[in-house]
């Protein structure tokens, strides 16, 4: 997904961690966040991974899901200029 030309959007997803990162213009990537859900035996849940990342049309804000049993979606404002998004 990009913003308005300036950047992509990632939903990086690893055996580890998952990310939201951001890959801007002059190829700086940024990390915008990372899942820390915690099953209910208290462990992170490595498996489940963001997805479905979109900006609303005026680039505000950010949408994306987590694929996990209870499915999950966000939205998250900026600053985006700090990531250079």
Not at 37 to 66: K, M, Q, W
């Amino acid at each position: 997904m990009t913003t308005q030309g300036r950047a992509l959007v990632l939903c990086e997803d690893n055996v580890n961690d998952n990310y939201l990162r951001a890959l801007n213009s002059g190829g700086r990537l940024s990390s915008i966040a990372i899942n820390r859900l915690v099953g209910r035996n208290g462990a992170i849940r490595y498996n489940d991974e963001f997805a479905g990342a979109t900006f609303s049309p005026g680039g505000e804000t950010l949408y994306v899901n987590i694929q996990a049993a209870a499915g999950m979606s966000f939205a998250i404002w900026g600053p985006w200029q700090r990531l250079g998004i």
